[in-house]
């Protein structure tokens, strides 16, 4: 019997794409067992044992730059982190006996993939975004396979490393259902056009901002269109005293739904008409798979500025206007909004070149560059 152990987490965009190759190889090999690994404290503890997976807690995370006082506080931990999270690896390997791990990304792929490498176990690494995280970056140099996300992501790395692009897998039901199923079941009505944004599984303070004054404008102006938008955490004490203050009655308003998180994306994206969105890889990807257009806020604050890079290859193929955060205002996102709505062959056309960036194989890909690991066991 199969067994895989997958480790990644810290947000939605490492978490998603493990839980997305766990069911390609489970559709290979239906009775194959899988372990997760992820940090006891991040999204991966809820949304792993949500998706029916086991999961095995270890502690890890990474080195802030700024040096505030809370932030010194931060890295002490990380210092300790660091001399158990090897033994506690290899607690977890031992204990599960795997035949392949695979890591997606964030601070805790990094000791689980290293100490699988060492104890000669086959590994490979996922990589989302088109500039590689540093732990991609040092795993690379130890792993069997190393699958990337788009060709770009190539660049960053040594010239000597091997690598194969698959394209990003996305969760089962993106690209499953037509806008109309998806409006129905989301009781949108007839004529409205229906615009989802979100900042992120963890939220944006300046999209959440930008957001409430589009949503201020939607509603003084009876702008025919239902607006679902996600707050995140970040946003769970702001977002909706700030819509209260600006005379948005969200709880009587079907035409604006404001949630924490969304549970059902999928349904949501099929729905939309347009996206507004910070780009981290994951969600261009179910972008290019529902085929949507977007307007994109990269996040300023990645590692390598990578959030910009993805949300070029959009830009660039004429599938998304790119917003940067320090040019983002409630006038300027309300503006790209109006000029949208008002453009129905622009947006089409947005969504027509989404479309065009998806790779629909991907499943196969994976599949084939974990199928070699596989048979070597």
Partial sequence: MLRVLLAGGGTAGHINPALAIAS????????????????????????????????????VSGFQRKLTPKNIVRNVKTVAYLTTAGHRAKQIIDGFKPDLVIGTGGY??????????????????HEQNAFPGMTTKILAKHVDTI???????????????????????????????????????????????????????????????????????EVKNS????????????????FLPDLAARGVDYENDPKIQAKEYIDNMSVCMAAADLVISRSGAN?????????????????????????????MVLGKAGAAVVIEEKNLTGQVLIDNVNDLCRDKERLDRFAQRAASLYVPDTPDRVYKALEELINKQ
């Fill in 147 to 217: 699958m990337l996300t788009v060709e770009e992501a190539a660049e960053y790395l040594e010239k000597d490393i091997k690598y194969t692009v698959t394209g990003l897998p996305v969760r089962k039901g993106f690209s499953s259902m037509t806008r109309e199923e998806a409006r129905l079941a989301l009781n949108i009505p007839e004529g409205n056009m229906c615009i989802l944004s979100t900042g992120g599984s963890l939220g944006a303070g300046r999209i959440n901002e930008t957001v409430a004054e589009l949503m201020e404008w």
């Fill in 223 to 238: 702008v025919p269109v239902t607006h679902i938008h996600s707050y995140g955490r970040m946003g769970k004490d702001t």
């Fill in 24 to 59: 390609i190889i489970k559709d290979h090999y239906p009775d194959a067992e899988f372990l997760f690994a992820g940090t006891p404290t991040g999204m991966e503890s809820r949304l792993i044992p949500k998706a029916g997976y086991d999961f095995a807690p270890i502690k």
């Fill in 108 to 125: 805790v792929s990094g000791p689980i993939v290293l100490k699988a490498s060492q104890m000669g176990i086959k590994t490979a690494i």
């Fill in 283 to 311: 969600a261009l990807s179910e972008l290019e798979a529902t085929g949507r257009a977007s307007i994109l806020i990269p996040s300023p604050n990645v590692a390598g500025n990578h959030q910009y890079h993805n949300a």
